[in-house]
């Protein structure tokens, strides 16, 4: 069974610097493109951020020049490096593995809290 585990969350001051980490089993990691989104209160998840299999990223408008993902296929892992943080960044983080565009897996992880204060 795929299962995603989140970590790295907390709480920080604005400006500050978060590194998430999401590990990935069940399934070959390697071969997949993987995203991080993200869920407000009150809103719906929105994709943040994705990498592909060869590495290629993308970002949302709002966290470019700011945030950084990448991947260590040798960990099943992939990393979300957060810096310059600002409140609007407070939400709960969750990765998946991607296809066309969405999530592949309906089986989501946890999450990570991720609260920036002001």
């Known amino acids: 069974q795929v299962q995603f585990v989140e970590s790295g969350g907390g709480v920080v001051q604005a400006g500050g610097s978060l590194r998430l980490s999401c590990a990935l089993s069940?399934?070959?990691?390697?071969?997949?493109?993987m995203g991080w989104y993200r869920q407000a209160p009150g809103k719906q998840r929105e994709l943040v951020a994705t990498?592909?299999?060869?590495?290629?990223?993308y970002y949302t408008d709002s966290v470019k020049g700011r945030f950084t993902i990448s991947r260590d296929n040798a960990k099943n892992t992939v990393y979300l490096q957060m810096n310059s943080l600002k409140p609007e960044d407070t939400a709960v983080y969750y990765c998946?593995?991607?296809?066309?565009?969405?999530?592949?897996?309906?089986?989501w992880g946890q999450g990570t809290q991720v609260t920036v204060s002001s």
């Open positions: 069940g399934t070959t990691f390697s071969i997949n493109a």
């Open positions: 990498i592909s299999s060869r590495s290629m990223t």
């Open positions: 998946n593995a991607l296809y066309l565009g969405g999530p592949k897996y309906n089986n």
